[in-house]
């Protein structure tokens, strides 16, 4: 038995709604929930249409929120626009915030209060198997060998021997 699809614009528009209540969405992303819900494609995008003409859907303020949630988790702007990316936002709404986000961004500044925080005793100073713990952490986060072995030898070089 095929499941038919739902087709009340008002239903879809009021569970689009209620998840739009919880987080940003970007167009895409919001249409492939809603047709996986089992609404219908053609009322689906009708209703997306009608969210954006309404301002309560935007792909620029996704990205924006999207890479701001990323870098506060630690990652670098290429990474969370890589994952944005994958969420289906559009590219100029992408580019634009990529551009602001590397505006605030210092790599080394972040690396280095990534690493204070996920080894505040510095131990991978004395241990290299945690230093090659943390380099591969730190590399999985978006960031550049070479950010990373300035910011880790630099601690070293402050820590006594």
């Known amino acids: 038995m095929t499941r038919r699809p739902l087709s009340n614009p008002?239903?879809?528009?009021?569970v689009a709604l209620r998840w739009l209540g919880a987080r940003e969405y970007c167009r895409e992303e919001l249409r492939r929930k809603l047709e996986d819900r089992g609404f219908e494609a053609r009322q689906v995008r009708s209703v997306v249409?009608?969210?954006v003409e309404m301002g309560y859907l935007s792909d620029a303020r996704f990205a924006e929120a999207?890479?701001?949630s990323r870098m506060r988790r630690?990652?670098?702007?290429l990474l969370a626009a890589m994952k944005a990316r994958r969420h289906g936002v559009s590219e100029a709404a992408l580019s634009a915030a990529y551009e602001a986000a590397c505006g605030q961004f210092d790599a080394e500044e972040a690396c280095r209060a990534l690493l204070a925080r996920r080894d505040p005793?510095?131990?991978y100073v004395y241990d290299e198997?945690?230093?090659?713990r943390q380099v591969r952490f730190l590399r999985n986060k978006g960031f550049d060998t070479a950010t990373i072995l300035r910011v880790m030898n630099e601690r070293r070089a402050d820590m006594p021997e």
């Open 74 to 77: 630690g990652e670098t702007p």
């Open 129 to 132: 198997r945690e230093r090659v």
């Open 10 to 14: 008002d239903e879809i528009m009021r």
């Open 49 to 51: 249409r009608r969210l």
């Open 66 to 68: 999207f890479l701001r």
């Open 121 to 123: 005793a510095s131990r």
